[in-house]
């Protein structure tokens, strides 16, 4: 079984950045595609970036395309999201979670199977 623990988030003020860290255990994240998803209250949970297994392919939300990089460390069993330029509506909860689909990047949440417990991410104005 695959556990996913999430790490990095807090308060920060608009324009900053962060950087969120996945650590995985249980089994080696080589063969997941990767994503990040958030949930702001009252909201569904959405899409944020997903990498492939290999690291070759990313996919990103167009509301944070050119501000928030995902990256992945097989030898560290590790999936980072780093997020630039951080805005209020960027506030949420972001989880991380894998997916056992490795020939495309999926984006829709109903394809990842394992989750984290999610992070808080709060962007002061």
């Known amino acids: 079984q695959l556990q996913l623990v999430e790490s990095g988030g807090g308060l920060v003020q608009a324009g900053g950045s962060l950087r969120l860290s996945c650590a995985a255990s249980?089994?080696?994240?080589?063969?997941?595609?990767w994503g990040w998803f958030r949930q702001a209250p009252g909201k569904e949970r959405e899409f944020v970036a997903a990498?492939?297994?290999?690291?070759?392919?990313?996919s990103y939300a167009d509301f944070v395309k050119g501000r928030f990089t995902i990256s992945r460390d097989n030898a560290k069993n590790t999936v980072y999201l780093q997020m630039n330029s951080l805005k209020p509506e960027d506030t949420g909860v972001y989880y991380c979670?894998?997916?056992?689909?490795?020939?495309?990047?999926?984006?829709?949440?109903?394809?990842?199977?394992?989750w984290g417990q999610g992070t808080q991410v709060t962007v002061s104005s």
């Open positions: 990498i492939s297994w290999s690291g070759a392919t990313t």
């Open positions: 979670a894998a997916s056992t689909i490795t020939l495309i990047v999926p984006v829709r949440r109903e394809k990842f199977e394992y």
């Open positions: 249980g089994r080696t994240v080589t063969g997941y595609t």
